[in-house]
């Protein structure tokens, strides 16, 4: 069983930046993908990001290319999403999920998510 919790999301204006948190516990993230998704009422669950742990191997939504960022602490055991130049867009509940394959995009592969940070952006 791997337990995930995200943090770090909030009220921001269009232009600003947040960092979310996705911390593991009960097993550790070296052997897993994980994978940001996010979700908005009455839309399909939305794939953000992912990163491939062992091999530090990353991919992103055309959406978020250039924009976000996915990275790793290995001692904290947590994932991490920097999300730059947010717009109203990126308006969502974000999850991180874990895998344990690398089908970044698929989230029907992901076994494990977290209970979801709300990210709000005001234009």
């Known amino acids: 069983q791997v337990q995930l919790v995200e943090s770090g999301g909030g009220l921001v204006q269009a232009g600003d930046s947040l960092r979310l948190s996705c911390a593991a516990s009960?097993?550790?993230?070296?052997?897993?993908?994980v994978g940001w998704f996010r979700q908005t009422p009455g839309k399909e669950r939305e794939f953000v990001a992912a990163?491939?742990?062992?091999?530090?191997?990353?991919y992103y939504a055309d959406s978020v290319k250039g924009r976000f960022t996915i990275s790793r602490d290995y001692a904290k055991n947590t994932v991490y999403l920097e999300m730059n130049s947010l717009k109203p867009e990126d308006k969502a509940v974000y999850h991180c999920?874990?895998?344990?394959?690398?089908?970044?995009?698929?989230?029907?592969?992901?076994?494990?998510w977290g209970q979801g940070t709300q990210v709000t952006v005001s234009s």
């Open positions: 999920a874990v895998s344990v394959i690398w089908v970044p995009k698929a989230h029907t592969q992901y076994t494990y």
């Open positions: 009960g097993r550790t993230l070296s052997n897993y993908a």
């Open positions: 990163v491939r742990w062992s091999s530090d191997t990353s």
